[in-house]
T-cell receptor, first 111, second 115 residues
Framework: GNSVTQMEGPVTLSEEAFLTINCTYT??????LFWYVQYPGEGLQLLLK?????DKGSNKGFEATYRKETTSFHLEKGSVQVSDSAVYFC??????????FGAGTTVTVRA | GAVVSQHPSRVICKSGTSVKIECRSL??????MFWYRQFPKQSLMLMAT?????????EQGVEKDKFLINHASLTLSTLTVTSAHPEDSSFYIC???????????FGPGTRLLVL
């Protein structure tokens, strides 16, 4: 079956620090990979996605590259801001059209 | 584009009553909508998948008679929690996609508290 494993949090950073959240997956077929972000009290927002191997998704300074050889989709941002404080979810969408989510990583950025 | 709304955003009800939550795709037609449940500090758990004009498909362990889902049009799906009990208190989130397998766009969620 499909599964997503992401780095456990919480992660606390200072403003302008480098952020990496690791995500690895197990899937049948050729999944699409996603990062969603959830701000406090809100639903999920699509942050970025990649649909095939070696694709790089990017948005709002965040990047993630679909690595088939390592079955990974790590999220990175070079310089975080306080407004990036949120819960980040890695997810995959495979042949059955359902999203499988990781457990979520809480990120807190201090001024 | 790709905005999904939910109503209400927050609801408090008495044990034994039923609560209806609406999920609307505002600027696109959604063939498929999904309902999730999220417990505090946990990930989303898929409850059911609903396709316009057909019966919803429920995940294992989700009671279809308790969580009634209707997807009557391409822009509206409803989740009714029947005879709600305190253990049903949770954050319910819907998502919608134009076609099954395409990107899911999420609503802002509905927080249900059953007293």
């Amino acid at each position: 079956g499909n599964s997503v494993t992401q780095m456990e949090g919480p992660v606390t950073l200072s403003e302008e620090a480098f952020l990496t959240i690791n995500c690895t997956y197990t899937a049948t077929g050729y999944p699409s990979l996603f990062w969603y972000v959830q701000y406090p009290g809100e639903g999920l927002q699509l942050l970025l996605k990649a649909t095939k191997a070696d694709d790089k998704g990017s948005n709002k300074g965040f990047e993630a590259t679909y690595r088939k050889e390592t079955t990974s989709f790590h999220l990175e941002k070079g310089s975080v801001q306080v407004s990036d404080s949120a819960v980040y979810f890695c997810a995959l969408n495979s042949n059955d059209y359902k999203l499988s989510f990781g457990a979520g990583t809480t990120v807190t950025v201090r001024a | 584009g790709a905005v999904v709304s939910q109503h209400p955003s927050r609801v408090i009800c008495k044990s034994g009553t039923s609560v209806k939550i609406e999920c609307r795709s505002l600027d696109f037609q959604a063939t498929t909508m999904f309902w999730y449940r999220q417990f505090p500090k946990q990930s989303l758990m898929l409850m059911a998948t609903s396709n316009e004009g057909s019966k919803a498909t429920y995940e294992q362990g989700v009671e279809k008679d308790k969580f009634l889902i209707n997807h009557a049009s391409l822009t509206l799906s409803t989740l009714t929690v029947t005879s709600a009990h305190p253990e049903d208190s949770s954050f319910y989130i819907c998502s919608a996609s134009v076609l099954a397998g395409e990107t899911q766009y999420f609503g802002p969620g509905t927080r249900l508290l059953v007293l």
